[in-house]
């Protein structure tokens, strides 16, 4: 599977992609639309293909047709069906309103047009900016070459972190299979002297 919920560090510079996050919408109805630090730090951020969402957008105020809609849709659902020196734009899912696995669940869930529809309002929310991030430091727009290679170090990342736990755990699972066979091996006993 495709990662769907990217968190996006506050350096989204230095690295755009670190590590999938499934993280709690902020609801619309929140006193002061204030954000915890830790959602601050990392946002649900999924990238959509800048034609797809145009195409989208246009076709809702259309008549919101699912077969007219589709074609825009196999973009989102298909990220990497999307050349390479077209334009990826960052959208935040907390405006979506709900957490979904994939987006062929959002699809499933809310049908073509209402997933359709929640990818604009998630590309709306994170226009809005409620974090109040500065700009330089919020996702930027990617080509589609940009992002697959931003995925792939994230991959990459993921995995050199997944072998080092490992070997954490395998080294801490060696010292304790020592303390046990000290454990359980009785004290040498004592020769009597007669």
């Known amino acids: 599977l495709k990662p769907f919920w990217l968190k996006v560090e506050a350096s989204a510079a230095a690295a755009p ?3 999938m996050a499934a993280k709690e919408p902020v609801a619309e109805g929140d006193a002061e639309g204030e954000v915890s630090e830790d959602e601050a730090i990392s946002q649900p951020l999924y990238y959509v293909s800048e034609k797809a969402l145009e195409g989208i957008k246009t076709k809702l105020k259309n008549g919101k047709k699912e077969e007219d809609i589709k074609p825009f849709m ?3 659902t298909d990220p990497e069906s ?3 020196d077209e334009m990826m734009l960052p959208v935040d899912m907390r405006g979506v309103g709900k957490d979904f696995e994939s987006v062929d669940d959002m699809v499933t869930e809310l049908g073509l047009v209402g997933a359709a529809e929640a990818f604009v309002k998630a590309r709306e929310y994170f226009e809005a900016n409620k974090d109040e991030e500065p700009d ?3 996702p930027k ?3 589609a070459a940009e992002w697959r290679e ?3 170090d994230e991959g990459e990342e993921e995995e050199l972190l997944e072998s080092e736990e490992e070997e954490m755990l395998g080294e801490e699972g060696e010292e304790e ?3 046990q066979d000290e454990a359980e091996e009785p004290p040498a006993k004592k ?3 007669s």
Do not use: C, G, N, W
């Open 74 to 76: 196999d973009k989102v």
């Open 82 to 84: 999307v050349p390479d």
């Open 141 to 143: 727009p990617m080509t």
């Open 177 to 179: 299979d020592d303390e």
């Open 17 to 19: 992609f670190v590590h």
């Open 191 to 193: 020769a009597k002297a």
């Open 150 to 152: 931003a995925l792939a």
């Open 136 to 138: 330089d430091e919020r």
